[in-house]
């Protein structure tokens, strides 16, 4: 018999993600005897749905699933997260209740990946510097070897910090360039990064060699300020740093003093804090690019974390073991 289900993410989040094709598919993986969707779980409505679902498919918005939250829900067995980190709402109860859980971060990593090549990229033709000089003199083409200093994608290096699924992505993009790849990883071993078409060293080292730095390292306390003040000073000047992670692992006062002296030029998407103060100078340093957290899935990209998280329930419905579970062994070394 197919499992009970329910849906448990924001309403704009489920109906992006859920689509007329997606929410067919899921009728016809599972049962869904009342509504199939919530966005919170302590009403008494959603209490009763708890009651009888055996799966949870949940989303950005999702609340925290409690102990009081599983004990409202004695059947429940599975966790499918169509979503990246699922530290926001699996809590230690689940764990201990043994739930099987799965997230999509895989595929959240395809359009963080394809951002973080673009970014590579232009930061090697210094598109954004090109681009704020023609802005500030409208009309007259600027001699370019005048107005940026070594723009070029040709035999550069590129350092990956963090071989994370958007880092492993990310180096696979990266294989049709002439560029040297760097990586450093502390859970990943040389023959990883090799297979990858990269040179595994250590951090300081890809550092003081990468001409573009991309950041894909988890959130933990231990990566907090992990490109301190000093580290950033290892940088060679003119070097470009990408952060597509999260803003806490760049020492944000120390990055923007670089920048704002010219020293090094920054396309971030993620800042700390998020957003930034008004008055930050990062917002009209012309050396900087700030996007706003649009690195992972939106728009259509958003059906394939859904896809994800209905090929784990199709897996689940049919007694094969999950594509992409998370364990609680996991927590201390992904996002």
């Not at 880092?167 to 859970?187: I, S």
């Not at 994800?308 to 689940?316: F, G, K, N, S, V």
Request: aromatic share 4%.
């Amino acid at each position: 018999m197919s499992p009970e289900a329910l849906v448990v993410m924001a309403r704009d989040t489920y109906h992006q993600l859920f689509d007329h094709e997606r929410r067919h598919r899921l009728a016809g993986l599972a049962r869904l005897s009342g509504p199939g969707w919530t966005a919170e779980l302590e009403s008494a409505a959603a209490r009763r749905r708890l009651s009888e679902v055996e799966v949870l498919i949940t989303g950005w918005g999702c609340p925290p699933l409690t102990a009081g939250v599983l004990a409202a829900a004695p059947r429940l067995r599975a966790v499918f997260h169509a979503a990246g980190t699922v530290k926001s709402h699996v809590t230690g109860a689940c764990w201990e209740r043994g739930l099987v859980v799965t997230s999509a971060a895989r595929a959240n990593a395809i359009p963080v990946a394809e951002y973080t090549l673009a970014a590579i990229l232009m930061a090697g033709k210094r598109a954004h510097r090109f681009a704020a000089a023609y802005r500030a003199d409208p009309g007259r083409w600027l001699p370019w070897r005048d107005a940026v200093p070594v723009p070029s994608n040709h035999r550069r290096t590129v350092g990956l910090i963090g071989l994370s699924n958007v880092g492993r992505r990310v180096a696979e993009l990266l294989r049709p360039f002439d560029l040297t790849v760097l990586a450093a990883d502390p859970h990943a071993a040389p023959a990883d990064a090799a297979a990858l078409g990269a040179t595994l060293v250590d951090l300081d080292t890809l550092l003081r060699r990468a001409d573009v730095v991309t950041l894909h390292a988890p959130e933990l306390p231990e990566t907090r300020h992990l490109l301190d003040r000093r580290r950033l000073g290892l940088l060679r000047d003119g070097a470009t740093l990408i952060n597509t992670a999260r803003g806490s692992l760049v020492d944000t006062a120390a990055l923007t003093e670089e920048c704002a002296a010219g020293r090094l030029d920054a396309i971030l998407d993620v800042t700390d804090p998020e957003p930034l103060p008004a008055a930050s100078p990062l917002y009209l340093l012309p050396n900087v690019v700030l996007t706003p957290h649009i690195a992972g899935a939106l728009g259509s990209e958003t059906h394939r974390l859904a896809d994800a998280a209905l090929d784990e329930l199709a897996r689940y419905a049919e007694g094969q073991a999950p594509l992409h579970a998370v364990d609680s062994a996991d927590l201390s070394k992904i996002a």
